[in-house]
């Protein structure tokens, strides 16, 4: 008895079998990271963060003073205008 081969399948499991491993390479392909200070990159964070808040703060409270500036002078009016009506 003959044996045939089927060529097609057999390109095809093998073709099949080469996207598979290409597949799995690429999902565990990562770039490996050497000679990283990380003590000194936490430092540097800490410092950007230390430079933003202040700035951030000492804004705030520049607007609520001037709001506060304003409301006595509307209280101080209208007790004034309450005496001259009762006299």
Known sequence: MAVTRLE????????????????IKLLNDAPVIKKVDVEKIKEEFKA?????KPAKKKAAPKKKAEVKEEA????????????????
Do not use: Q, W
């Open 8 to 23: 097609r399948k057999g390109r095809k499991n093998k073709s099949v079998a080469k996207k598979k491993n290409a597949a």
């Open 72 to 87: 006595p002078e509307a209280t101080a009016e209208a007790p004034a205008t309450e005496e001259k009506t009762e006299e």
């Open 48 to 52: 950007k963060l230390k430079s933003e």
